[in-house]
């Protein structure tokens, strides 16, 4: 009994939950959610909706703002649009000569910028050589010091015999 009682608890509070999530998704907030829930996830579940709940209000207020924004855009970009046109020919022919200042410009930087790729590049292969140079170092160095342990290890081992055999004699 306490089992199916359990189960049924989960049940309605699962069915509140997505109830909840189905006000949302038709952009209705106006609606109760559970508390009190003993069960944790559940409850995490409540408070995840309750802050979704806040988001979508959120939301919704600031589509409201936005489309009351736009339409004091719209009637400002009429008025904009009046006042440009008896000022329009006068700032074209400025504008053509800052664009053609502008694009001098932009070329020779343009040309600048692809020395500046150069000398990178080949500072960058410079750099990989010598890195290749530095690993190869490296594993000569490696080498070396393999065949010298090797040795050292030789070199004791025969010290090893030689004491023994006198040792023994």
């Known amino acids: 009994i306490l089992v ?8 309605r509070n699962i069915t509140q939950l997505v109830s909840g999530l189905d006000h949302l998704t038709s952009e209705n907030i106006e609606f109760e959610i559970p508390k009190n ?10 408070e995840a909706l309750s802050v979704l709940r806040g988001k979508v209000s959120e939301n ?15 009637e400002q970009q009429r008025q ?23 694009s001098n410009d932009m070329a ?10 150069n000398v990178t590049q080949n500072q960058s292969q410079s750099t990989a050589r010598l890195t290749e140079n530095a690993l190869q170092n490296v594993n000569t160095v490696a080498a070396a010091a393999e065949e010298l342990t090797a040795s050292i290890r030789e070199i004791s081992r025969q010290t090893t015999e030689a004491s023994r055999i006198s040792h023994e004699a």
């Not at 199916?4 to 049940?11: F, G, Q, R, V």
């Not at 400025?94 to 664009?99: A, D, E, P, T």
């Not at 020779?108 to 790729?117: C, F, K, R, T, V």
């Open 108 to 117: 020779q930087d343009a040309g600048q910028l692809q020395n500046i790729a």
């Open 80 to 102: 904009t649009r009046n006042e440009m046109a008896t000022v329009f020919e006068t700032d074209v022919s400025g504008l053509i000569r800052s664009v053609l200042a502008t």
């Open 60 to 74: 919704m207020h600031l589509r409201a703002e936005q489309a009351q924004q736009e339409r004091r855009s719209i």
């Open 4 to 11: 199916y009682m359990a189960i049924n608890l989960i049940k």
């Open 37 to 46: 829930s003993f069960i944790l996830e559940i409850a995490s579940m409540q």
